[in-house]
């Protein structure tokens, strides 16, 4: 029967190393983003630890209580007793995308439109909540057409998009966080690249997160009190009991207007991981656990969608290294206990007080890490002859990062910006340019990487139709859009001055179409 046939131990030394290294992963992506939008945009922290964080964790247990579920099937189904559940939590790339990108820029732009803090950070929760359920709805649509989207678009195009998220965003922002500490940071970073980089085996067997975040915490509690860490020491806040239930609520509906200018951002990011589910899908099976594709993608979409009716504002997705955890020992006993701490956490209040013990310089390195290991997957699971469009599909994540430090458009005085626009003396003021490179960046690096693959691969008539289907998305804003929030638009309704700037760029894309065109022509063979 398949009750006896089921696996008896259902928590074992193997499962508490994913334990801990699943729900720290989750706590440093909530104190990224609280950070962010407290520490960085001012937002009320209330709003973030009450309304967000119980919603968003709600979608982690869900997600984790099905997969653990859908492990025990599997076992009970095969027999085997070394069967081990399917990772999920926080999407780190898209969750740092959220707070920097959309949620932080929102809120400045409703205070600067004369909105109290508490009333811009209401129309921030619902922005998040509407930007969540858009995300779900996409992933639990094209779940249905995993294999489609998979062929439609390069794997350079992808992966590349997403390392360059990673790279620039989940990367290099975070490791100025580490900097900024840089006793503890540093430290922890180190004790991150030895056990999960150089694979060196630490103390124990402890797992590389679990020791990196204990120095981090015994440099940082150790030394500050001391006033060896300067100002980059503050004394932990008083024990508060936020209490947050998620109970669903139509405010997502409110906020589905405001989602249309952030559609280049939020879409793609849906898209990445319902491509992402495929990949770690298939990954797990690899490792010898079979689950279904679409199983794995509806339950991801399900848990995003849930989450946002209920508040969320990141969407949860199957974490890359299942059978990393699998060789650990895990089974199905880490991903159950993962999702009732971070979802009861979330409702009692105790995930905001470790979020708030914890210093960003403490869980920074976790992000570095998981920035190098996307990163090096981009290259690493893309044959070697399409690097350099993996690599080609970075600047545009670059141009983002550029304007998120030199003054984000969101934020800035827009007089600013328009005084950039205006300096036309010498071509289009740089700054203006990288502006615009870097607004609907995730699209245009698709773009970029599946034209070059195109061409790499002799289909060059292929790269002119990609290349031409870039003018007609520059046109309306969705790449390359004018408007410095990156907002979409129909280009005869922009004002002059904006409509100057917007047809270069288009024209530019059909001018390089023409080319690839003259090109196809000619019988021209590899170098």
């Not at 968003?56 to 009970?76: E, K």
């Not at 690096?445 to 007609?472: E, N, P, Q, T």
Request: charged residues 10%; hydrophobic residues 55%; aromatic residues 10%.
């Amino acid at each position: 029967m398949a009750a006896d046939t089921a696996p008896r131990r259902r928590f074992g030394g193997g499962d508490l190393n994913g334990l801990l290294g699943l729900v720290v992963d989750n706590l440093s992506l909530l104190a990224f983003m609280a950070t962010a939008l407290v520490g960085i945009f001012g937002m009320p922290a209330d709003i973030v630890f009450r309304r967000m964080f119980p919603g968003t964790a709600l979608g982690v247990l869900l997600g984790n209580l099905a997969y653990t579920w859908m492990a025990r099937r599997l076992a009970a189904r095969t027999g085997r007793e070394d069967v081990t559940a399917m990772p999920l939590g926080i999407d780190a790339p898209t969750s740092i995308g959220m707070a920097l990108l959309v949620l932080g820029p929102a809120f400045v732009g409703y205070r600067q439109a004369g909105l109290d803090d508490l009333a811009a950070g209401e129309a921030t929760w619902r922005l998040g909540m509407a930007s969540l359920v858009v995300m779900g709805l996409l992933k639990f649509v094209l779940s249905f057409f995993g294999a489609w989207v998979q062929r439609s678009v390069p794997r350079a195009g992808l992966l590349g998009s997403i390392a360059g998220i990673a790279l620039v965003l989940m990367g290099f922002l975070p490791l100025v966080e580490i900097m900024r500490v840089p006793v503890v940071g540093f430290a922890g970073l180190g004790v991150v690249l030895y056990g999960l980089v150089a694979k060196r085996r630490l103390p124990f067997g402890m797992p590389g997160v679990l020791g990196a975040f204990l120095v981090g915490v015994a440099l940082y509690y150790g030394l500050g009190p001391l006033g060896l860490l300067g100002t980059g020491y503050h004394a932990p806040a008083a024990w508060q009991w936020r209490l947050g239930f998620p109970w669903p609520t139509l405010g997502f509906v409110q906020g589905l207007p405001a989602t249309v200018p952030y559609l280049p951002l939020i879409l793609p990011f849906g898209l990445l991981m319902v491509v992402g589910g495929i990949n770690v899908t298939e990954s797990a099976r690899a490792a010898g656990d079979d689950y279904r594709t679409r199983d794995i993608l509806l339950v991801e979409a399900l848990a995003t969608l849930v989450a946002g009716i209920c508040g969320g504002v990141a969407q949860t997705t199957p974490y890359i290294g299942q059978p990393a955890y699998k060789a650990m020992g895990a089974r199905t006993g880490y991903t159950l206990a993962t999702g009732l701490i971070i979802g009861l956490g979330g409702v009692f209040g105790y995930l905001s007080n470790l979020v708030e013990l914890l210093p960003v310089a403490v869980l920074a390195p976790i992000l570095v890490f998981v920035s190098i290991g996307i990163t090096t997957q981009a290259f690493e699971a893309t044959p070697l002859r399409y690097a350099g469009a993996v690599v080609f599909s970075f600047f545009p994540a670059i141009a983002r990062m550029l304007a998120i430090k030199l003054g984000d458009p969101s934020i800035v005085d827009p007089a600013h910006f328009a005084a950039l626009y205006a300096d036309t003396s010498h071509g289009i003021a740089p700054l203006a340019v990288i502006v615009i490179l870097g607004n609907g960046f995730i699209i245009t690096s698709m773009v970029w990487a599946s034209f070059v693959v195109a061409m790499i691969d002799g289909h060059v008539r292929k790269a002119a139709g990609i290349v031409a289907l870039g003018a007609v998305l520059t046109a309306f804003g969705l790449i390359h859009s004018v408007e410095p929030i990156g907002s979409v638009y129909l280009p005869w309704q922009l004002a002059p001055a904006a409509q100057a700037l917007v047809w270069p760029f288009v024209a530019a894309y059909g001018a390089l179409a023409v080319v690839l065109l003259l090109l196809s022509l000619s019988r021209s063979r590899t170098a």
